[in-house]
Structure formats: C-alpha cells, structure tokens
C-alpha cells in the first residue's frame, strides 16, 4: 500500500510536461502580441469556422492562445499547481494525453453548443484543459486542501463542484466577460468521462457476463471472469 502524504505548498516542481506547454504558450503568447487579431482568428476557436470551412485544426491550436496578461498567467499557475502532481501520479504521456483529451474536448463542446450569435467570436486559452486538469485532481485527491485566494482552505472534491456549478448557471446566461462557460464545462465534462470510464467498463463487463452465465445456465464447465 502506498501512502501519500499531504502538502501544504503550491505546485510539485516543473514537471517536464508542464514545464514544455508553459514554454510554448509563453512563446506563443509573445507571438500574438507582434501579429494582428487574424491570428487569433485563423488558430483561435472560432464554431463557424470549423463548421463552415472545416477549420479543424482550431481544436488543438486555441488551447495554446490567450487574450492577456491575467488570462496566460492564471492559466500557467493553475497548470503548475495542479497539473505537477498528475504529471508525476500518471507519467509524462498519460498526462499529455489527458490534457489534450480535455483541452480538445472541451473545444468539441464549445463547437457543437455555442448559439448562432456568438458563433463568429474566437475562443482561446487552455482554461477547458485546466479545468479537466482540476476535476482529475479532486478526483485523485478528494480531501487535499486548495487554498482559495492563498487564505481559505477547501477540499479538492467541494472546490470543483462548486465551481462546476458556477460555470454551469454562467453558462445558461451565454459568454459574458469574455468568458467561455461552455469551454470550461466541456474539459470538466471530459475530465468527468476519462476518469469514470474504467469503472463503467469494469461495471458494463460484469453486467454482460453475468447475463451470458445466467443465459447458459449451471454445468457448461465454462466460466467467466
């Protein structure tokens, strides 16, 4: 049995995933600020794009954009905090896949449910795969405290309900702020699915044998596991 202690700093190092995508969303963000907003256009988010014109790489590249400051610098501290110790509870590649899954995902959400008018507005930043990077977190660590504004501790599990809750009521009240609910939502829905499937399978599997066992009846000399 292994033991995991709790901590009470911030982060778990620079892992080499997370130190890789800090890098490259820095550079990139650097980037958006000598180019004009058509970058954000033609690599941000943007629904109709992708529905009309087939923009698909739009679901990979919007996750390494951000419209500011506060936005890339918020999105870097919650990947370091949170990101750190998944990185070294799954490995580099598991991790990678995760955050892509979510962060892709959560892009797919934003296409298929954003309404008509606000369609042609980009969307950018990796704030879906971050909250998928959260729900993973509380789902691991359910009881480890996180420090909401560095003062007031919160059990992981209570932190990204009611969070979820909150981005779920915004998003009924469609994108305000510049803020992109739905997004955030589709990584915690991603995030959500990921880490049930295995017990779902597991569940789906035992329901299917017992049936076919059921079915062929006592003495076949056959037996499932």
Not at 104 to 133: E, K, M, R
Request: charged share 10%; with cysteine.
């Amino acid at each position: 049995m292994t033991y995991y202690r709790y901590r009470f700093s911030f982060g778990y190092g620079l892992t080499p995933v997370i130190k890789n995508l800090m890098i490259i969303m820095g550079m990139v963000f650097l980037l958006q600020m000598f180019v004009s907003r058509w970058f954000d256009i033609y690599f941000g988010l943007v629904p109709f794009l992708v529905w009309k014109k087939y923009f698909l790489w739009q679901l990979f590249t919007y996750i390494f954009l951000h419209g500011g400051f506060s936005h890339i610098l918020f999105n870097l501290l919650a990947l370091w905090m949170f990101g750190g110790e998944l990185e070294n509870y799954w490995g580099s590649k598991k991790f990678l896949r995760y955050f892509l899954l979510c962060g892709i995902g959560a892009g797919i959400c934003t296409v298929l449910f954003t309404p008509d008018i606000y369609q042609h507005i980009p969307v950018i930043g990796a704030s879906g795969a971050i909250y998928g990077i959260l729900l993973a977190f509380a789902w691991l660590f359910p009881n480890r405290p996180i420090f909401i504004y560095f003062l007031f501790p919160i059990p992981a599990k209570y932190f990204v309900i009611i969070f979820g809750l909150i981005e779920f009521f915004a998003s009924m009240e469609g994108p305000g702020g510049g803020v992109a609910h739905l997004t955030h939502l589709g990584g915690l829905f991603f995030g959500l699915f990921y880490m049930a499937y295995p017990a779902i399978r597991q569940k789906i599997r035992r329901q299917y044998y017992k049936r076919k066992w059921s079915q062929r009846g006592p003495g076949s000399g056959n037996y499932y596991h």
